[in-house]
């Protein structure tokens, strides 16, 4: 992919134990951002296969991810970032703002706008990171805001595909929505806090895999939309792809290549 130019800008999302995580690893040279804290089931699942996984844990610390993402920017050896997960990032983002409303954090009476807000002190990455906004009256547009920040920060990394391959990992949730005759359309949406950032997070990908068990106990992805879950591709892919006992990276690339019919 990097030496087409062509490195994926990738979103991975299903519900737990669908082996998003150990999917995400198969892409090569692996760097970890993990947010969840159990980035030692990856690491053993490979292992085995001698395949070194490389890993940063960061747990409710998103001043640190900013850094980190940061330093990344500046240089970086690897061929794989991955950030694990989009759903723990937007947790970690609620707790800076109920600790924002205590001590740690710039208060303005006065912005450029005439509102009041709270500026959380985080990392700067030139351009992006000078601060969050959080508007007292909404926590959720400042979910929005970081979250978009470290979106932001991937696509610089994914470069247009001259960068490297980037994948960001989510969990989801259904929703219910009635329209004005009552009739109720069920999705599943990735797990936010905010439901407007969970409908624009998709945007940011140019690929985007649902992950389900399979009835005998394995995994697959599919790569359009079918019923309640969402997904899209830009390559020559199958709607279905059964990775169980495989390297979804290379069997992805098979595909790409046209090695696998």
């Known amino acids: ?41 990856i690491v053993n699942y490979w292992r085995p296969k001698n395949k070194k996984v490389m890993f940063d844990t960061i747990v409710n610390d998103y001043p640190k991810l900013c850094e980190k993402m940061e330093a990344l920017i500046r240089y970086n050896p690897y061929q794989t970032i991955v950030l694990d997960s989009i759903t723990t990032l937007a947790r970690s983002l609620h707790t800076l703002i109920f600790q924002a409303r205590g001590a740690g954090a710039q208060v303005r009476e006065k912005d450029d706008d005439g509102k009041k807000r709270i500026y959380l002190n985080a990392a700067k990455i030139p351009g992006k990171f000078e601060g969050i906004p959080v508007l007292e009256i909404d926590d959720y547009k400042t979910e929005s805001t970081g979250i978009i920040q470290i979106l932001d920060a991937c696509r610089v990394l994914w470069n247009g595909g001259k960068g490297c391959n980037v994948v960001v990992i989510a969990h989801v949730i259904e929703v219910e929505t009635k329209d004005l005759k009552n009739r109720v359309t069920r999705t599943r ?46 390559l020559a892919l199958p709607e279905r792809i059964d990775f169980t006992n495989k390297n979804l990276y290379e069997v992805i690339d098979g595909y790409r290549r046209g090695d696998i019919p």
């Open 189 to 234: 949406a990735i797990m936010t806090g905010g439901r407007k950032i969970a409908a624009e997070i998709p945007v940011y990908f140019n690929e985007a895999y649902h992950f389900y068990n399979t009835p005998a106990g394995g995994y697959e992805i599919i790569t359009k939309a079918d019923g309640e879950d969402w997904a899209k591709t830009a």
């Open 1 to 41: 992919y990097q030496q087409e130019g062509k490195a994926p800008l990738t979103l991975m999302k299903g519900d737990p134990g669908t082996a998003k995580s150990p999917a995400a690893a198969s892409y090569p040279e692996p760097y970890i951002l993990d947010l969840d804290g159990r980035i030692a089931s």
